[in-house]
Structure formats: structure tokens, C-alpha cells
């Protein structure tokens, strides 16, 4: 039962050009998503975060937008850097205990 | 991640043996969750604790496994008699309700021989 889906395992992009990561998720109480990046060996680090009340989150290079007919989110990062390259997860919370429900993850190549 | 503490970062143990992992949040900070992260795998939810109090264990396996969080020191997570299934990298997260936001530690990768 995967309630947040990523369904692309890996995502190659030029340095400069944008990264788009997609995210799909099933359950109806989830009103909180998070998007985090994870290195190797490292723990997840948060990037950037909307709210069901919200469609559009910007912050930098990162912009997030939510899609709550279609339960969809995407994150773009514009302009992509090498150093974006990363696993990114995307994660959702509903209801009193905040606790996160995360998708496998995408691996994004940023080539040079 | 800065500020988050978790130890060890590697730990191997034999199969039968307990496994202990040590998660301090963040200052200020007095909730904690529990992640497991299996190979190609995203984290699942395993345990939601405040000081004192086990919250939501909703995603803990019923049985070897245990968390706490005293009023002092660090939240731990206990596996007894470890099976070659157990092994994972492990997550915490300390959660500040004013941001609405999780952070996480560094992980501990947990081997079992």
C-alpha cells in the first residue's frame, strides 16, 4: 500500500537547465508535503515544504506546486547545479502526529 | 541536519545479539520520530515519541522491537535478538511543532551478521 509515489527511480539533467520531480500521493487527509535530499550515507535534508491551502511554494531555486484534484506535486529546481545530484524524497503528513509517509525517492544527475 | 545527533553510525551485530541506537534532537526540541530506511527502499514510520511518552508506534514491529524518550538523555531504540531482516540504515527526526517541519540525523546503518 504506497501512499506517496515517485514513479521515476532516476532523472538526468544538464547543469543550467531545469530538474522537474514529480510526486503522486493517494490518501485524502494528507495536507502538509515536504521535499527532502538525501546523500549518500547522510540523513535526509529538508529542502522545502506546502501546505494543502497553497498550490505554489518558492523558495530560490526550488519551487514546489501542488495539485490537490489531481493529488500531485512537483518540485522544480531552476537552474540546476552538479551539486543538486541527489536522491530527493517526497513525503506527506495528515492528521495530529505529523508522522511522514514518503515515496522511494528520485535520483537526479545534474551533468556538467 | 546540524544539530540532530545520532550514534553509533555503524553498528554490526550477529544474529541473537541487541542492537541500541541513540538518537539527542535537536536543542529545544521534544519530539522525536523513528524511520527505517530498507535497501531501495524510502523511510518508512516506525515511532512517534515525546519526553516520557510514546505518542503513535503505529509502524513498529510487534515484537524484539522498543523506544523510549526520558527526561534525560537521548531516545533510544532497542532491537532484541537481531535477524539479517533488521538490517537498515535508521533515522531520527526531531520535530519542532512551530515549524511544521522534521529534521533529521545522520542515520545509523545497522549490519546484522
Known amino acids: 500500500d504506497q501512499q506517496v509515489k515517485q514513479n521515476s527511480p532516476s532523472l538526468s539533467v544538464q547543469e543550467g537547465r531545469i530538474s522537474i520531480l514529480n510526486c503522486d500521493y493517494t490518501n485524502s487527509m494528507f495536507d502538509y508535503f515536504l521535499w527532502y535530499k538525501k546523500y549518500p550515507a547522510e540523513g535526509p535534508t529538508f529542502l522545502i515544504s506546502?501546505?494543502?491551502?497553497?498550490d505554489k511554494n518558492e523558495d530560490g531555486r526550488f519551487t514546489v506546486f501542488l495539485n490537490k484534484s489531481a493529488k500531485h506535486l512537483s518540485l522544480h529546481i531552476v537552474p540546476s547545479q552538479p551539486g543538486d545530484s541527489a536522491v530527493y524524497f517526497c513525503a506527506a503528513s495528515g492528521g495530529s502526529n505529523y508522522k511522514l509517509t514518503f515515496g522511494k525517492g528520485t535520483l537526479l544527475t545534474v551533468n556538467p | 541536519n546540524a544539530g540532530v545527533m545520532q550514534n553509533p553510525r555503524h553498528l554490526v551485530r550477529r544474529r541473537g545479539q541487541e542492537a541500541r541506537l541513540r538518537c539527542s534532537p535537536m536543542?529545544?526540541?521534544?519530539?522525536v520520530y523513528w524511520y527505517r530506511q530498507l535497501p531501495e527502499e524510502g523511510l518508512k514510520f516506525m515511532v512517534y515519541?515525546?519526553?516520557?511518552?510514546?505518542?503513535?508506534e503505529s509502524g513498529m514491529p510487534k515484537e524484539r522491537f522498543s523506544a523510549e524518550f526520558p527526561k534525560e538523555g537521548p531516545s533510544i531504540l532497542r532491537i532484541q535478538q537481531v535477524v539479517r531482516g533488521d538490517s537498515a540504515a535508521y533515522f531520527c527526526?526531531?520535530?519542532?511543532?512551530?515549524?511544521?517541519?522534521?529534521?533529521f540525523g545522520p542515520g545509523t546503518r545497522l549490519t546484522v551478521l
Open positions: 536543542k529545544g526540541h521534544s519530539h
Open positions: 527526526a526531531s520535530y519542532l511543532r512551530r515549524t511544521d517541519t522534521q529534521y
Open positions: 515519541l515525546q519526553k516520557e511518552n510514546i505518542i503513535d
Open positions: 506546502i501546505s494543502s491551502i497553497k
